[in-house]
């Protein structure tokens, strides 16, 4: 199963980004470097707000 990608929206500085769901490293905001999706071991945490899910296809 493909994982899905997330947009998220920094709560620093509203900063639109497209996360992978599954990510195995921090992802980091490309703007103010705020902490965007956090890797738990599977499913990674998602620290902004989820706008939508990008389904892979
Ligand atoms: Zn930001």
């Not at 947009?7 to 769901?21: A, K, L, M, T």
């Amino acid at each position: 199963m493909p994982g899905n990608f997330y947009s998220v929206r920094c709560p620093d500085c509203e900063n639109e980004q497209v996360v992978f769901g599954k990510a195995a490293s921090e992802v980091v905001c490309a703007v103010c470097g705020n902490t965007l999706v956090r890797p738990t071991g599977g499913k990674a945490t998602i620290e902004g707000d989820v706008l939508e899910t990008v389904e892979q296809r």
